[in-house]
């Protein structure tokens, strides 16, 4: 009788721990088992440390939730689309991002928008913003995208970034010169101060994106 309780125990503690295991938030199995499938177990447990990691920060304040997005994707190592996807320009869906453990900088960016979205921080408040960076000591200045967040409208906004791992007031990024930015909702042009907002979002690579996602 004993030998049975016992065992009893054991099958309900293991059904336990697996539904346990199974549990996701913003991502569903069937997805999440397709990831396995086409990137590995090692994509699929990277895939459910970000959905954990989202479901601890929802509730967070906001400086927390930016950190936590930007700390999570920023150990992701970064790889040029030439070597990862042997295409000049290439924007990657966040799970193509952390199923194929590589990205560049348009990569993070994505990543780190979509992944906020989904814990509630509002469209009008992110934009992904193409600037030109200046290395220290160096003349040249490169192509790069960072993810940028507004308090309120008009408000210096601060930089999530893939090569300065730190949260940043973009008044302290002096290293970083903004072209244009955008979000699912509009396109905005970089001015002296601020930005004007110059129409929709119809960037090519946006929509190749969105219809991967």
Known sequence: MKKILLISFLIISLVTLTTIASKTFYIT???????????????????????????????????????????????????????????????????????????????????????????????????????????????????????TYYHKPGATPIVLDNINKKLKLATKRKDLKPIYSFNAGGLWQAKNKGSVRVGTNNLRSWKDLMSRI
């Not at 447990?45 to 967070?60: G, I, P, Y």
């Not at 970064?78 to 900088?105: I, L, N, Q, R, V």
Request: glycine share 4%; charged share 30%.
């Open 29 to 147: 199995n069937s997805k999440l088992n397709s990831i396995s499938t086409k990137y590995g177990t090692s994509a699929k447990s990277r895939v459910e440390l970000w959905d954990n990691m989202l479901q601890t920060s929802k509730d967070k304040k906001i400086l927390n939730k930016l950190k936590n997005v930007n700390d999570f994707f920023n150990k992701i190592p970064y790889k040029t689309d030439s070597k990862h996807w042997k295409k000049e320009d290439y924007w990657a869906t966040p799970y193509e991002f952390m199923g194929t453990a590589a990205g560049d900088c348009e990569d993070y960016a994505i990543a780190k928008y979509f992944s906020l979205r989904k814990i509630g921080v509002p469209d009008s408040k992110l934009r992904i913003t193409y600037v030109k960076y200046k290395r220290t000591r160096s003349k040249f200045e490169q192509a790069h995208m960072v993810l």
